[in-house]
């Protein structure tokens, strides 16, 4: 499986991006998705994932109401739709697969895709 995220880059606080993660190899809709972030010199932190139907979404607390997560499944697409958008929210923020929600909610994932930096200023 092949996963890239694509649309970071640099924004104002208060501004919106949507980030982008196209993937191939694979049956999309086989897989449920997350996001997650990187911070220079920080751990990776969760930021939120969807169920293989997109029926169920999880989010991190640090962005809940300002992010939303969505999918594609007949172009084999998900989103990152952020809002708000703070400082702190700046990161390397990357998509991932997995096989099932259960394992999204333990952040076990099985694929990962290069990251795409997004960097807000204040």
């Known amino acids: 499986v092949q996963l890239q995220a694509s649309g970071g880059g640099l924004v104002q606080a208060g501004g919106s991006l949507r980030l982008s993660c196209a993937v191939s190899?694979?049956?999309?809709?086989?897989?449920?998705m997350g996001w997650f972030r990187q911070a220079p010199g920080k751990e990776r932190e969760f930021v939120g994932g969807?169920?293989?139907?997109?029926?169920?979404?999880e989010y991190g607390d640090s962005i809940k109401g300002r992010f939303t997560i969505s999918r594609d499944n007949a172009n084999n697409m998900g989103y990152l739709q952020m809002n708000s958008l703070k400082p702190e929210d700046t990161a390397v923020y990357y998509c991932?697969?997995?096989?099932?929600?259960?394992?999204?909610?333990?952040?076990?994932?099985?694929?990962w895709g290069k990251g795409t930096l997004v960097t807000v200023s204040s």
């Open positions: 190899g694979r049956t999309f809709v086989g897989y449920a």
């Open positions: 991932a697969l997995t096989l099932n929600f259960r394992r999204l909610l333990a952040r076990v994932m099985d694929y």
């Open positions: 969807i169920s293989r139907s997109g029926d169920s979404t």
